[in-house]
Structures are given as structure tokens and as C-alpha cells.
């Protein structure tokens, strides 16, 4: 059977016209926390000699793949929310489900990178920097990209080779994989189970094992301090938050013959803009090195200026007054209280 389909129409999250106005600006505002959150974690890491450990290259790796993996989806809802008709074409329907799994599958292996990372600083802290160097966690994240690419290069080529004879209604707010292959014109019986080994035992996998290193991680803070367990605790619980967030929607969706049920928009928009929205919030709000790297370095961006002057300090209520520098060099000498 030919394929004489040229392009797929989109239902969207919502045909009500006033819910869609709502939606507009929430998910906008939405991903305009997703955009600047991830973008000032990935300025901090990379300006901030302090956050110079693979637990923060790794984070900054998770930020750079939360943009592009919204992107994907994100402005195109936004922007389909104004449209009566949500229209996207073959060409562009297969790249954005290319570009879904690609960043999706990096993303469920960059955390179990992660969740290694936190397993050897904490079950073999005199190991760490041995066995994480640098040219490890570039070999890991090569691996991650590579990864993605295989499964999301299998999902799309199974998919383009698809016969597609109409309809062309889409009941979903993006290409995904089961809604395009609930209108291909033929038996899906055989490519269905592949999809399911493909993207719901990658997922499956990674969460086992992430949930198998966080456990070995809790039972070793059995012969630590009540300091150590508090602070790996404070590390580990925003991991554990990301991965729920995220692996459960993926699990739910994927996990599962071809079909589909009405839930699954909304599960959807769970990890393709909930939780890369949180993802920076998460690991901020329980990273006291994060905030105070963020504090120091956008303080000094903005107040640079006064700092760069050598008659002038700040007072205590952060407004700018001049100190004279003494000729001698006695006193403070650069003339700048810090």
C-alpha cells in the first residue's frame, strides 16, 4: 500500500476554545521557567570553579538536553493553541518524533549516569576521582548521545516505511510513536512489539537499575555518620524526585502494547515540559553549592561594575559609597569591602 498521506492533523491537548486560551499562557509561562532555569543551571556550572565535579558536569549535560527536548514539542503547542487547525507535515512529523526520542532516551541515560555517579562518591569515596575522571564522563556521555541515537533512529526508520493511507488525525499534541502507528494501514502486530522492546525495556531497564543503586545507596548509610547521611540523603532525594517524574509517564506510556488511551497527553506533558521545567528547581532548591555558586556569580555579574571601581564599596544596605585608598597602602588597599 502507497502512502498518500502529505500531512497529519493534531488534536492538541483540548478542542474547548476557552481551556486552549488558558493553556496558551500557562504553558507558555511555562516554558519560559523551563528555558531560563535551565539556562542559568548550565551558565552557573560552567562559570563556577567551585561546581567543577562530574556530579555538575553530568547536571549540566540533563539542562542542555531539558532545552532541546521541549523545544521539540513545547513552542509548537504553544503556537498550535492560536491555530483552528493544528497542522503539521509528513516531513516535520517524522524529524520532531526523531528529535522526541533522541533527547527523551538521552535524557533516561544521562540519569542513570547520574544515579552511577552518586553510587561510587558515595558507597567508594576514596575511589571517586579514580574511577570518575574526566575522560570517563566524556566516554559515558558519548554513550548517552550514542544511545539516543540508535533507539530513536530504529523507532523513526519502522515508522517512515509505514504505510499511511488516511485518516491523518492525530489524537495527540505531538508525533509519537503509537498514535502514528494506530493510523498505519496495516497489520502492527510485529512492529508494535519491537516499539515496546525498543523504548519500554530501554525505560524499564534504566529504572531498574536506577532503583537498584539508589537501594544499595540507602543500605550504606547504615556505617555513616548522621552528618554523611544527612548530606547524601540532600543529594540523592532530588534525584530520586527527577527519576519518579520522569520514569513513571515513560513507563506508563511505553510500557505497553501499541494503543492508546486519552490519558496519554497528559501524561505526556509530564516529561516533555513538567519535568525539565523542575529538573533545574529540584536540584537548586536541594543543592546548597548550586544556590551559593548562583548567589556569587549573577551578584557579581550585576554589581561588577562597583567592583571593578577601586574607590567605591557597598554599605550595608547595598547602596554605593566612595572610601579614599590611602597612599601609604594602609587600611583595605583595594579600596573594596567584599
Not at 539556562?39 to 538536553?65: C, E
Not at 524529524?95 to 552511577?116: K, N, P, S
Amino acid at each position: 500500500m502507497e502512502n498518500n498521506v502529505t500531512e497529519f492533523i493534531l488534536t492538541g491537548l483540548s478542542q474547548n476554545e476557552q481551556v486552549q486560551q488558558l493553556c496558551f499562557f500557562l504553558f507558555l509561562l511555562f516554558y519560559m521557567i523551563l528555558m531560563t532555569g535551565n539556562f542559568f543551571t548550565i551558565m552557573t556550572i560552567q562559570r563556577s570553579p567551585n561546581l567543577n565535579s562530574p556530579m555538575y558536569f553530568f547536571l549540566s549535560f540533563l539542562s542542555f538536553v531539558d532545552i532541546y527536548y521541549s523545544s521539540v514539542t513545547a513552542p509548537k503547542l504553544i503556537i498550535d493553541f492560536q491555530a483552528q487547525v493544528k497542522r503539521i507535515s509528513f516531513v516535520g512529523c517524522m524529524v520532531q518524533l526523531f528529535c522526541v526520542h533522541l533527547f527523551g532516551c538521552t535524557e533516561i541515560f544521562i540519569l542513570t549516569v547520574m544515579a552511577y555517579d552518586r553510587y561510587v562518591a558515595i558507597c567508594k569515596p576514596l575511589c571517586y576521582t579514580t574511577i570518575m575522571d574526566w575522560k570517563v564522563c566524556s566516554i559515558l556521555v558519548v554513550t548517552c548521545w550514542l544511545g539516543g541515537f540508535v533507539h530513536s533512529f530504529i523507532q523513526t526508520i519502522l515508522t517512515v516505511q509505514l504505510p499511511f493511507c488516511g485518516p491523518n488525525l492525530i489524537d495527540h499534541y505531538f508525533c509519537d510513536i503509537h498514535p502514528l502507528l494506530k493510523l498505519a494501514c496495516t497489520d502492527m502486530y510485529v512492529v508494535g512489539l519491537i516499539v515496546v522492546a525498543n523504548s519500554g525495556v530501554i525505560s524499564l531497564s534504566c529504572f531498574v537499575i536506577l532503583v537498584g543503586s539508589y537501594t544499595v545507596i540507602l543500605l550504606s548509610f547504615k556505617t555513616r555518620s548522621s552528618e554523611g547521611r544527612r548530606k547524601a540523603l540532600s543529594t540523592c532525594a532530588s534525584h530520586v524526585a527527577v527519576v519518579i517524574l520522569f520514569f513513571v509517564p515513560c513507563l506508563f506510556v511505553y510500557l505497553r502494547p501499541s494503543t492508546t488511551f486519552a490519558e496519554d497527553k497528559m501524561v505526556a506533558v509530564f516529561y516533555t515540559i513538567i519535568t525539565p521545567m523542575l529538573n533545574p528547581l529540584i536540584y537548586t532548591l536541594r543543592n546548597m553549592e548550586v544556590k551559593n555558586a548562583m548567589k556569587r556569580l549573577w551578584i557579581e555579574r550585576w554589581l561588577g561594575r562597583n567592583r571593578r571601581d577601586p574607590d567605591v564599596k557597598l554599605n550595608g544596605i547595598g547602596t554605593a559609597s566612595f572610601v579614599p585608598v590611602s597612599k601609604g597602602g594602609a587600611g583595605n588597599k583595594s579600596g573594596i569591602i567584599p
